[in-house]
């Protein structure tokens, strides 16, 4: 059985087409049910999220479960395959495992290294799960890359340095503050930087921030998203003179703050320390607030400098990671090539079985009187014998499973032992007609 993924990120499609292959949470599991019904599907799990949307499924015939999943995706969301082409990528077998290993990694995220993927993740799979759309492969397969995405952070440290504007400024706040919870926050502006920035700000434990901005109406819908307060710009000067930190992030084409304005706010706050981080493009703060005693300023390029390397050292981590993927890929692929013989040594272990009792009980009718420990004696024997000569040749299949033609091996041990594995292929062919009918009305 072979791992498969379909899909579309945000490097091989435009928002207008993400947009339109988007699982609602509503449709989900009515979603996973049809898909699992498609032709060749063993199991699935479909992940949804702002930049990607991805089906992953098990499939003993890898160009049937493809198909399927293409016809499912035009079928659902109302979009010719001819179009949906164009957008679409294909990872078979084992690129299929290694896709989704930097997937959860944030490897082959917008921002490299992200951690909401993680959860984003976490959660198609316990979806598909809940719905009873997995199976054995599936389920070693994301567990498996779970763990190698919680290994990676571990590891490389690759989610420790913030790559946003906003996020480093919060950042900052801590590096000066430590904890934010108790802190005195002021926000100027109520545009998207600014709501990014509130959002940040109380992710880190923020819980008295206050928001100022030319509309106050504006300011009391970004104050009521954080859990905030809206103060009105003609009072800011009172609260300059309460609060920790100062973010301002206005639309203001002129300074907002001036030397001599702060100098008399730091005469209220009598020299007690204050944060000024100014993310607004033209800056709101004059740079020499910077040389007022207590004062400490730091601009846009001050963000960057360290956002770009951050930036870098995320590039770093996630040299690190890929090296971590290489280890767990190794590791992966000797489970599953196993499990490609498995069928093969268990029929091998059953036809012995059937062959020892057999002779057995045929050895056991030329002798009369025996007592229980002599017949268990027999027995014993019978069964190490069969034990020990099925030992090395399992051993040897297992190990032959690693290699390029460990399905030919397993095909070889088939015949010469003249072993009932089970053909599924042909049980599969005889109803693929039958499935994809019932696939495509299911679609109209």
């Known amino acids: 059985m072979f791992p498969v993924a379909i899909g579309l990120n945000h490097r091989s499609a435009p928002v207008e087409i993400r947009e339109r292959m988007s699982f609602h949470p509503s449709q989900m599991l009515k ?29 003993m015939d890898v160009e049937t479960g493809i198909r399927s999943i293409k016809d499912f995706f035009s079928s659902h969301h109302g979009i010719e395959e001819k179009i949906l082409e164009q957008y679409l ?24 290294g ?44 690759i989610d420790q340095h913030p790559v946003s504007i906003s996020y480093t400024a919060v950042e900052l706040a801590k590096q000066q503050f430590g904890e934010l919870e108790g802190k005195g926050i002021l926000i100027m502006g109520a545009g998207e930087m600014s ?73 209220i706050r009598k020299n007690r320390p204050i944060l000024l981080i100014d993310i607004a493009v033209p800056r709101d703060i004059h740079p020499d607030v910077g040389n ?31 090296k971590i993927i290489d280890e767990e890929m190794e590791l992966f692929l000797k489970w599953h090539n196993t499990q490609s013989v498995v069928p093969t040594i268990l029929a091998l272990q059953k036809k012995g079985e059937q062959i020892r009792d057999l002779q057995v009980e045929r050895a056991l009718e030329h002798f009369s009187g025996l007592t229980p420990k002599q017949e268990k004696v027999i027995r014993s024997m019978a069964n190490s014998i069969v034990n020990h000569l099925l030992h090395i040749p399992i051993i040897n299949l297992k190990e032959y499973a690693n290699t390029s033609q460990g399905h030919l091996y397993a095909e070889v041990f088939q015949n010469i032992f003249d072993l009932n594995v089970g053909d599924e292929g042909a049980r599969r062919n005889m109803t693929k007609k039958s499935h994809a009918q019932g696939c495509h009305r299911r679609a109209e």
């Open 31 to 59: 979603a996973l049910r049809e898909l699992k019904e498609c032709p060749g599907i063993q199991g699935a799990v479909i992940l949804s999220t702002c930049n990607r949307t991805e089906v992953y499924a098990a499939t």
């Open 195 to 267: 709501t990014l920035t509130a959002k940040h700000l109380v992710s880190a434990g923020a819980t008295t921030v206050l928001v100022s901005n030319r509309s106050y109406d504006k300011a009391v819908l970004l104050a009521q998203e954080c859990a905030g307060r809206a103060v009105r710009l003609d009072d800011v000067d009172q609260y300059l003179a309460e609060v920790d930190i100062v973010i301002s992030a206005t639309a203001s084409k002129h300074f907002v703050l001036m030397p001599e304005r702060m100098e008399e706010i730091m005469k």
């Open 292 to 322: 007022i005693p207590e004062i400490t300023l730091f601009d846009i390029d001050d963000l960057r400098g360290v956002v770009d390397r951050h930036h870098q050292e995320r590039e770093l981590a996630a040299i690190k990671a890929e």
């Open 114 to 157: 992200e951690t909401q993927i993680l959860g984003q993740v976490s959660n198609a799979y316990q979806q598909a799960s809940d719905a009873g759309v997995t199976n054995k492969v599936i389920n070693v397969f994301f567990q498996t890359a779970l763990a190698v995405g919680k290994r990676v952070r571990t590891d490389t440290m």
């Open 89 to 112: 990528y294909s990872h078979t077998l084992y690129d299929a495992v290694r896709h989704l290993f930097r997937v959860v990694s944030g490897l082959d995220s917008l921002v490299r």
